[in-house]
């Protein structure tokens, strides 16, 4: 979800930008107008995630899923790769991957169903390895890192973080390349944000296609060709929310304050609903449980409506229901769903 007050900021200013006398789809992306707003969006986003002199901002189209080419094809430069395998989101970056190079699966949480997520100790990392990849947050199983992992050696740490990016505090410094998909914490769908450390530009791969390099991309400051305008600005109004919100930090006191609500509500109803992820790999941002009787499914979502609560269902591939708590939803959301559940548990249980 996005927060109120964004979306009605980009209603109030659909018609006449900031002056403009059109909205700002219509601008030219060369014009200054743009210019203006895609400088304040990553100056913002270094603001909120301190992000270092030393790191590129970068805004592409093709999702966070185009990464899953782009990283291999600009970073790995016939070299192996070593892969943490937490489920749905690593395994689709490694087949990825993999047509690049040889990817080692450097642990895997598959022996647990995904339902948690191996111990950084655990690790067998290589000191040869191009870069190490890991997803910080299962969106689909719920499962995310509660610490993240530390850099070794020169191996860079690259991290899809498309469903937990600015909902916690974390260093920047400690990666070589982070990047998410805006349509979860930042914005909306048709754009992605790369963060990637200066050095890393120039391992591109001299053949590689001229839209698909990093260094294409940094060089010109995201303008190489159309940029997704109107998401870059959508995402311009989603970090001035965060900031007034009071940044990163605030934001993550709430988002603990959320996530423990619904996941005391659980434990607390542990006879009726079952959160199948190892508690101390619990998302924050995507809460999955089951009813114990899944006949009540349908009843349970259709209740749900009628409270004005949607998105309640799980992922096709898991079944089960999930809440995504990301930034925008607000404690009194989790409160309704939380009051909710427990009715609901009285009611059928
Ligand atoms: C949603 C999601 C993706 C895919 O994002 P697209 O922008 O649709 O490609 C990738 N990784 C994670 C962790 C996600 O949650």
Known sequence: MLPTSVLKTAQSEMLDWHGAGMSIMEVSHRSS??????????????????????????????????????????????????????????????????????VREIASGESSQFWSIPAESEWERHDDAAYLYFTSNETISGAQFAILPHPQGNVPLVCDMSSDILSRDINVDDFGLIFAGAQKNLGIAGLAIIIIREDLLDRSNPDAPTLLKYRTQADSCSLYNTPPAYAIYMTSLVLDWLKAQGGVKAIEKLNQEKAALLYQ?????????????KPDCRSKMNVVFYLRNKTLDDTFIKEGKLQGLFNLRGHKVLGGMRASLYNAMPLAGVKVLTTFMRDFAQKYG
């Open 33 to 102: 107008m743009f210019t203006q707003v895609i400088m304040e969006t990553e100056q913002l986003l270094r603001e909120l995630m301190q992000i270092p002199d030393h790191y590129r901002v970068l805004f592409l189209q093709g999702g966070a899923s185009l990464q899953f080419s782009m990283i291999p094809l600009n970073l790995m430069n016939n070299r192996p790769c070593d892969l943490v395998n937490t489920g749905y989101w690593s395994i689709k970056a490694r087949q990825e991957m993999s047509r690049f190079g040889r």
């Open 265 to 277: 509500c659980l434990d607390d109803c542990n006879e009726f609903y079952h959160a199948p992820v």
